[in-house]
Every structure is written in structure tokens, then in C-alpha cells.
């Protein structure tokens, strides 16, 4: 197809697009409203029937009840035939208890009775109510019913009330008695078939049905039905005007496509001559309109297009030199430092930027600079060659609020007022990256990190910012496409190193309990060995072991078992000091490790322990709503380096005796290894009362003992090398 038929079929499409679809709108909102109206309509008509037949059970009842109050047959009897003759019903029968007629007012209606209580029966041949005859003992005399045809004149008046034509129908679905014009009866008969529940049916000649009863309170079968109201000539005249309008679209099409063809093949001349590599083509500006504004931005396009391929080369070439070095760094090293250091002067080097930053987000929501380059002087700081004195709170400043929002920032500077701790440029770009997310693209919103209400609610990591551009331009988008992709590395990058970091961690902690594992401390005791040797300190082991441990699993299952674990192993984190380092050493077996602590304080810790097990009951959860109270007791062996072993495998074999010491002596209790020179007696307990109590300071006092010559220990008092326990 040629490019003038394509343009007359774009035209036509475009303008006869929105007529037909304005054609169908207005047919259907005309059609959707006659039928919102006519339901409304309807569904009044069907709460004034209801109200119709529940007020004419109600007179009928009343009626009823006028009669049944009369104590003397005989003056009940006139009491009927007054009823009768005020209007309140057309005929009242009383019977006696036996169901026998007593008496009867003239002219009842025929049956079948329908009790407006009662379930419906079929046909319907008038509307009663019955109430019961009671003698002053409550004793059943027979009963009074008042009765009001349904004929009609009956149906014709609830016409007459709703407004609506109503039809009413026997128990198989046929017509008793209607309103409705002979010509339609059939089709509203078989809409009503159709109409279930409150829904409103439609019939092929435009006319709505609802079907009302039979249900409780309101027992007649009746058919409600109207007519649509809709203008009969509506689809004509909006077919009429469809053709109309397209007639006009296609001779408007036809001159628009030849007036627009002639330009535009020029142009597509000149496009071609580009696409075949020459960049001297030209288009000839007819005319001032938007084609002759399309030729003239395509040759000034083209003039611009061959001064920026040389631009676009050189910079390609130094851009893919950045990524090499980049993705040689992130492959050969793990050094969070070296990766942000290549990333940032790779962005500087990319966008032609004089200064530069990277900011990490730590767990207070402070942004803190990890990487800088080129912004001596430029913040107040005390060492300005330190990048850890760049620190903006999230949500403050420009990194702050890029931080904050995750969106990318452009523009120039503007001191704020207060100072916010960035550093002073004149232009600025500046790029939030985030932890690539498992599921799919980064999301715009993420809790607040670590529960911290300052954190920014996105999933950022940090920031990349960059200052003053060479040549005093602003940066632009292409740089902001730039800075993008090496703060993704960046993300990358402090993602990948925390993954590594975490993986080690995972490799050297038990799963369920969080405390060290047995790798762990055979590295640790060989580590802990060394430095009491350099230092000239103590080191004391505690073996752990929870007693019947199996009679718990037996007894409460393996979840509970799992749960004592757990507590267990918050209780000795709860006791032991941040230098202290506690381990699982598989089953319900634990070590801890007390450096610089001697034998005294290494009871003072074991007693501790074995009170906050033994005081307590671990909660579990039971099978019933009430969790369950396991009693927990443990027995400790103790052994100190250098008085009890040579080296880090003895004292711990030396600890691990001591427990089996501990566990024959009884359980629940602590036994120390013995000395391991001089005499090797049997391991025996050191005597310490039961309820000892530590010093008022809570300090050991190394050398000291009580009255009763039992040990009174704890921590070492000598000094502690700071140091971060990597066991809490």
C-alpha cells in the first residue's frame, strides 16, 4: 500500500474510530439507563405491593381479631356480619374446634383460601387471615377467618397503586388474573420464567419484568412488567450520522494525503541516503508548516549528527575501558573500599566531573561517605582527607532527599540554610542505588531499614554523587543515564560483599540457636589459646549439657526439644559478657569460652547458669490453648588454661571430663577438671554454697574465699582488650 493509501486508512481509522465508539457509547448509556430506570421503577412497584398485601393481611388480622374477642356466639356472630359490613373484609367464617363451620357471612369469595402466614398452595382465590378462639383457660374453641378476594379487581388495584402493569399467577406458572395487553401477555409470561430473585428481565419487545412473591409475609405469585422507554428512531439516527461522518472523513483523508505525500517522499529519500552512511543529505524546506519544520530539524539534525559520531567514538572507547577495569575489579576482589573507589573514578572519568562521593547508609538512617575524591576543602570537617566526616542525616539535603525518595537529582547548588554537611559546588548530580531485588526490578517502596523511622523508605544502599562538571555546564541526562549504571555496579558491589560476609558468618553459626559452631571453636580456642599465652592471661572452658535431654524429645516431641535449644541458648548469651564467645557443640551440648577469666570467676559463671535454667521452666506450646512448662536443668565441667591443660584440645577434652564428672555426681551441678600436674586425683566438686551470692561491685576478687572455703570467682579482674563479641 502506498504511503497516501496508508494515510487516508490512518485518517479514516482516527476519525471514524471515536464516532463509532460515541455511536455505541450513547446507545448503550441510553439503553443502560432506560433499564437502571426501569428497575428502579420496578423495584418500587415491588416494595408498594409488598406494602399493599402486608396492610391488607394486617386489616384482615384486625379483623379477625374483632370478631375472636367476642366472648357469645351469637353476638360473635354479629360482630361478623358488622366486619363484613364496614368494609374490613368480604367474608369471615368461625368454625368450632373440631374445623366444623358455625357460622359463615354471605358472599364469600371462592377458593382456594391463601393464609397470608402461610406457605403458597397454587392457585389463589382470596387473601385470609385465621386466629384462634380461646376461652378464659386458654382451652382451643375453634377459630375466626377473615378472608378478601383476590379477583381482578384486586389485581387492577395494586396496577392502579404501583403504577406498573402486574400479573398474577397460579402455582405452575400460568396466568390467573393481569393487567397486561393480550399482545405481550406471553412474552412477559416467558420472561418471568427468567426473572429469579430481585433480577429484572427483559422481553424481545422492549419491555421489563420482575417477578415479586411468593415469600414470607406476602404469599401471592405476581408479575410486575413496564415498557422500555427508549426513542424508537435511536439506531437509526446514530447509524445515520456514522455514515455521514465517514463520507466527509474520506474526502478529508484523500486531500490531507495527496497535500502531505510530496514532502514527506522527500524526506524519505534523504532518510535513506543517511541509513546507506551518507551524512550530507538535505531536505528542501517547502513550505512553514510542520512538514517544512520536520525538514528543517532534519538538516540541522544532520549537521550536528556528524561533530557528535567523533564525540560518541572517543567517549565509547573510554567508556568501555572504565567497564573493563570495572568488571575486573568486581570479579578479582571482595575489598568494598577498592570497588567503590574504581566505581567512583570510573563516574568521574565517564561524565567528566571534577569531584565526587560515595555514600553508604548506615543503621541509624546517616548516610556516611565510604569513597570521596576531589572534595578537600569543600565541608566542614576537622580532617578533610577522612571520607567519614561526609555524613548527611536521610532526608536532609540533596543526598539526603535522593536517599530518601529514591529518585535521581540534576541541578545547580543553593546553600541551604541550615548547613546540611554536604559539600559546596556549583552544579550536582546525584544517584540512589539499592539491593537488586530476587523478585524482579527495584521496587519504589521498602519498610524503614532496621525498623529505623529515619531510613529512607525505599531499599537504598547508599548514594552516588557527583560535583562541578569540566567546563562549567550543568550535567545532563546522558550523564544521569551514566551515573545510573555504575551506581547499579555499586549496588552490586556492597550487595555482593554482604552476601559474602553473611555466608561466612552462616558457615560458622549453628542454624538454630544463632550461637558458633563447632568450626568455629576449634578456631576460636586455638585463637584464644594464643592470645592468654602472649598476654599471660587465663582461659576458662565451660562444657554445657542439658540433662535428659532426650526424656524432653520422648516426652514433649522434638519441636520442644528445638524450643528448649533455642531458650537455652538466649539464657547464656543473657549471662555471659560481649567478650565471652558461646558455641553449639552439637546435640544439647555448648561450650562457652570466658577469656582472661580464672577458675573463681569461671564458677561464679557456671552457677549463674545453672540458676537462670534451672529457676525457670521453659515455655513451649502444648497441644491445647495453655503453652507447656518443661523443666530444664544443666551440668557444667569446667577447666581453666593453663592449670588444667597444655593446650587448646587438652582443656577442652579437660572441660568435657569435668562434665561427665558432673553428670555421674547427680546433674543439675558444675565440677572443676582437676590440676594437671602433681597428683591426677579423680575430678572433684569445688564446694560452693548453693545460693551464692556475687560481690556487691558484681567484680571478682581474684585469690579471695568465703568463710566456708568455697571458691568465689567470676571474670578475671585483670584488663580486657576491647574487643567485639562476634557471638551475641
Known sequence: MTLRGRLTVAFLVVVLGPVLLGAFFVGATLSAVDRSRATERLGLAAAGVRTSVDALCQQLRAAADAVALVADPVARSRAADQVVGRGLATAVVIADAAGRTTYATAGGPAGPWQDCAGAPTGRVGALAVQVRLRDPTGADLGAVAAAQPVDPAFVARLAAVTGVDVTLLDGPGRIT?????????????????????????????????????????QPLPLVLSVPARRPPVLFGALAAAVALAALLAVLAAWRLARVTTRPLVELAGAVDRVAHGDLTARVPVRSRDEIGRLAAAFNRMMRETGSYVAALTSSRDQLRNHLVVLGDTLASTHDLQRILRVILDSAIAGTGARAGAVLLLDGHGVLVGQCVEGLAGRWPTDDPADPATLRVPVGTGVVGAVAATGEPVRGRWTAPDPPTGEPTCETYVAVPFAAPDPRGPERPGHPPVDGDPAAPPSAALG?????????????????????????????????NVRVHEEAQRLSLTDPLTGLWNYRYLRESIRREVERANRFGRMLSVLALDLDRFKHVNDTWGHAAGDAVLVEFARRVRGVIREVDLAFRHGGEEFVVLLPETDARGAT????????????????????????????????????????????????????????YAAKAAGRDGYRMAPVAVGDPARTQEIPVVAATVSPPDGL???????????AQGGASSGPHPPRQSRGR
Open 177 to 217: 388474573h393481569t393487567t397486561e395487553d393480550p399482545g405481550v401477555r406471553a412474552a412477559v409470561l416467558a420472561a418471568a420464567g427468567q426473572a429469579v430473585g430481585d433480577r429484572v428481565a427483559g422481553t424481545g419487545d422492549g419491555r421489563y419484568v420482575r417477578r415479586v412473591g411468593p415469600s414470607p409475609g
Open 463 to 495: 548514594v552516588l554523587a557527583l560535583y562541578d562538571r569540566l567546563g562549567g555546564h550543568e550535567f545532563d541526562d546522558d550523564d544521569l543515564a551514566t551515573l545510573r549504571t555504575f551506581a547499579g555496579h555499586a549496588a552490586v558491589a556492597v550487595e
Open 604 to 659: 561464679i559463671v557456671a552457677e549463674r547458669l545453672g540458676a537462670v535454667v534451672r529457676d525457670q521452666p521453659v515455655s513451649v506450646d502444648g497441644h491445647g490453648d495453655e503453652p507447656l512448662r518443661v523443666p530444664v536443668t544443666v551440668s557444667i565441667g569446667i577447666a581453666v588454661y593453663p592449670d588444667h591443660a597444655a593446650g587448646g584440645q587438652q582443656v577442652l577434652d579437660a572441660a568435657d571430663d569435668a562434665l
Open 700 to 710: 571478682p576478687r581474684a585469690g579471695a574465699a568465703d568463710p566456708a572455703g568455697a
